[in-house]
């Protein structure tokens, strides 16, 4: 790992084993929380289908992502779509593309520091805890790139570990009877439930903010295959435990039911849950906030984006007041998926396509 400066600022050179981390951890949060719970509502024991189905093509958006940005290897997020869709366009969507990421760091501290609350700080106004988390945050995008990856790479082994101990104690509570039929239409709408099961891939687009920093850039795919293997796994494998232990008619009335399959795997629950919640959270939590600070540092041509991370810390802390609950949460995700949906799912095709028609394509530096 290096640095070399561009414009003012440290942009250090990675490798392609922390990019797939960086990845993974921009991604795995609040999703974990409900997505069986949508899962079930949608196709009730085989729900899980689904949230494989989507996940397949959420690593086909990102393969897509990984090769229009190979023909642009020098250009990040905002300035790749400057490239591509024009000055005006391209300025427009790394405009909403900030504030997209703006509110998907909102989701995540509220969803995180929702489920904190509820468990093990009842007594402690939210805000407080929401404040903390995003001040870690803050702090750790304000020293670079850097450290986050080395940070990541620490927090993807714990993480790994505790998930690990919680899939494998889960075991002997399974019925392998609750996965039958293998398919059975829940209640939920498809639109809804694909908005829902979007929210929970949320970040990869990270991807296109990493790119310019990657050593060797001449072969991202294995990595990006390699983590949304991942987090793929991670999705299915609670989706399909959670409904096994629990049965499909329960989950579609859980509100979190990851955190009961953890109570029911392990006692007491409170020290792994808040472990992987936590952990997940400020790394979500980190990667959007690196991710708005980037884009807002293209949009408006800044040498750095240091001095406008405090202005999006308290912007994220003052936003996430606003759901009042989990409910008020899980629909507040729902409604910032719709953006999810063209950013994340829609947008590296389009991108692709029209660079490929227009020829569009830079030498790399």
């Known amino acids: 790992m290096g640095n070399d400066i561009a414009g003012g600022v440290a942009l250090t050179v990675i490798s392609n084993f922390q990019m797939m981390v960086l990845i993974i951890s921009s991604v795995i949060a609040n999703g974990i929380l409900f997505l069986p719970q949508v899962a079930v509502n949608i196709g009730g024991p085989g729900g899980w289908i689904v949230v494989l189905v ?96 080395r940070v990541n790479v620490i927090l993807l082994v714990l993480k790994t570990v505790t998930l690990l101990g919680i899939f494998i104690s889960a075991i002997p509570h399974l019925d392998v009877g609750n996965l ?91 020290a792994p849950a808040m472990a992987v919640w936590l952990t997940n959270g400020f790394s979500v939590l980190a990667a959007n906030i690196f991710m708005a600070a980037s884009a807002f540092k293209e949009v408006f041509h800044l040498k750095g984006y240091n001095y406008i991370l405090l202005p999006i810390g308290i912007i994220v802390v003052a936003l996430a007041e606003l759901p009042r609950n989990t409910a008020e949460t899980i629909l507040f995700s729902k409604q910032v998926a719709v953006f999810g949906v063209a950013i994340e799912w829609v947008l590296p095709g389009l991108l692709l396509m029209t660079a490929f028609l227009l020829g569009k394509k830079e030498k790399l530096s």
């Open 54 to 149: 989507l996940g397949l093509y959420s690593l086909i958006q990102i393969m897509l992502l990984a090769a229009v940005s190979r023909r642009f290897p020098n250009s990040s997020f905002v300035s790749l779509n400057r490239n591509i869709m024009g000055n005006f366009i391209g300025t427009v969507i790394g405009l909403v593309a900030a504030f997209y990421f703006i509110m998907l760091a909102v989701i995540v501290a509220r969803g995180v520091i929702n489920a904190a609350v509820t468990i093990v700080y009842p007594n402690t106004p939210p805000v407080v805890l929401i404040g903390l988390l995003v001040a870690l945050a803050v702090y750790a995008v304000f020293h670079g790139l850097e450290v986050l990856a």
């Open 180 to 270: 039958q039929p293998l398919w059975e239409r829940g209640d939920l709408g498809w639109s809804e439930g694909i908005l829902s099961i979007q929210s929970a891939y949320g970040g990869l687009i990270i991807f296109a903010f990493l790119f310019p920093h990657l050593q060797n850039k001449n072969n991202p795919y294995l990595p990006l295959i390699y983590a949304l293997s991942y987090i793929i796994t991670i999705y299915v494998v609670a989706t399909v435990l959670a409904i096994a232990i629990f049965g499909s008619t329960e989950v579609a009335r859980m509100v979190w039911p990851f955190i009961l399959l953890i109570q029911k795997a392990l006692v007491p629950a409170d």
